[in-house]
C-alpha cells in the first residue's frame, strides 16, 4: 500500500514545484523593476543576486553533502553555461527591463522556444518547420510586435528599442544554452552546477561593471534595493531554481514547460498593481496571442519528434 502512494505523492509535489516556477519567476521580473527604479545598476543587481545564491548552493553542497568539486569537463561546461545564462542572458534581461516594461520582458523572455526552433533549423539542422510551426512563429512574434507598438504608443519614450534589443539578446542567448543544454550531458548535480555558474557568472559581471565603472557603494544601496534583492536570492534563485528542477524530474515535459505561459502573466498583472505600469486590453491580448504561438511551436516540434521516433521504429 506504502508503495502505492508514493508516485502520487512525488507528483504532487511536482505540482507544487510548478506552481512555485511558475508563479515565483513572474514576480522577479517585477522585483528585478522595483530595485533598478531606486538606482542601482543593473549590472551590480545581476552580480550581487547571484553571488548570494551562488554562494548558497555551493557551501551546500561542498561543505554539507560533501561533494567533490567538478572535473576538467565539468569546469568547461559550466563555464559556456555561466556566460551564456547568467553573464548574457541574466544580465541583459535585468538591463532591459530598467528601458522596457516588466510584462513586455518577461514576454520576450517567452519566446526562447521560438528561437530554439530556428536556431536548429538553421544551425544545427534540427527539427523541419511545417505549416503549424510556421503559424507559431508568426503568431509569437505579431504577439511581441503588438506589445511593443501598444507600449511605445503610450509612452513615446523610444529608449524602449534599447530595451528591446537588450532583452532579445537576452533571449537569444538563453536559447543557445538551451541547445547547449541538450546537446551536451554532464553527470554533474544540476544544483551543484547552477552555483558555480551564478558564482563565476558574478565574478565576471563584478570585474566588467569594475572596468566600465557601473558601480555604486555599498552603502548607497537602499534598504529597498536589499530587500529586492533578498527576495531575488531566495525565492528568485533558489527556491525557484530548486522547484524548476524538481517539477522537471517529476513531471512530463509537456506540462513541466507550463511555468514559460505563466511568467509573463503574473510579470504583467503584478507591475500594473505594484508598479503602475500601463496595461490595456490590448496589451492582454498580445500577450495571449505570443502565449498561442509558443504553444504551437512547441506542440508541433514535440508532433515532429514523436512521428521521427515512430518511423524510426518501423
Not at 518577461?106 to 511545417?130: D, R, T
Request: with cysteine; charged share 10%; net charge positive.
Amino acid at each position: 500500500m506504502t508503495k502505492n502512494t508514493h508516485p502520487n505523492k512525488g507528483k504532487a509535489n511536482g505540482y507544487f514545484s510548478l506552481f512555485v516556477t511558475s508563479t515565483v519567476w513572474g514576480t522577479t521580473w517585477v522585483a528585478s523593476k522595483f530595485a533598478l527604479q531606486h538606482k542601482i545598476p543593473a549590472i551590480q543587481l545581476a552580480y550581487i543576486r547571484q553571488f548570494l545564491a551562488g554562494l548558497c548552493f555551493v557551501a551546500f553542497f561542498l561543505f554539507i553533502k560533501k561533494l567533490p568539486l567538478p572535473n576538467k569537463k565539468q569546469w568547461r561546461w559550466i563555464v559556456v553555461m555561466a556566460f551564456l545564462m547568467f553573464v548574457c542572458a541574466n544580465w541583459l534581461s535585468t538591463w532591459g527591463i530598467k528601458y522596457i516594461s516588466t510584462g513586455l520582458a518577461s514576454l520576450i523572455g517567452a519566446l526562447y522556444p521560438l528561437s530554439v526552433v530556428l536556431m536548429e533549423k538553421f544551425f544545427f539542422k534540427g527539427n523541419k518547420i511545417n505549416s503549424l510551426t510556421l503559424i507559431g512563429l508568426f503568431l509569437g512574434i505579431a504577439g511581441v510586435g503588438f506589445v511593443f507598438y501598444e507600449n511605445i504608443s503610450i509612452t513615446k519614450d523610444y529608449t524602449m528599442l534599447i530595451g528591446l534589443g537588450l532583452s532579445l539578446f537576452a533571449m537569444l542567448s538563453w536559447s543557445l544554452g538551451t541547445i547547449f543544454i541538450a546537446r551536451n550531458k554532464t553527470s554533474i548535480n544540476p544544483y551543484f552546477g547552477i552555483g558555480w555558474q551564478m558564482l563565476i557568472s558574478s565574478f565576471l559581471l563584478f570585474c566588467f561593471s569594475t572596468v566600465s565603472n557601473q558601480n555604486i557603494p555599498l552603502s548607497d544601496i537602499t534598504a529597498e534595493v536589499w530587500l529586492s534583492i533578498i527576495y531575488l536570492v531566495v525565492f528568485g534563485s533558489i527556491i525557484s531554481f530548486i522547484a524548476f528542477i524538481h517539477s522537471m524530474k517529476t513531471l512530463p515535459p509537456a506540462i513541466s514547460s507550463l511555468y514559460a505561459y505563466a511568467n509573463p502573466i503574473v510579470a504583467m498583472l503584478l507591475a500594473a498593481v505594484v508598479l503602475d505600469d500601463q496595461l490595456t486590453i490590448s496589451m492582454f491580448w498580445g500577450t495571449l496571442v505570443t502565449l498561442a504561438g509558443v504553444y504551437l511551436v512547441n506542440y508541433s516540434v514535440k508532433k515532429n519528434q514523436k512521428k521521427v521516433i515512430a518511423e524510426s521504429e518501423l
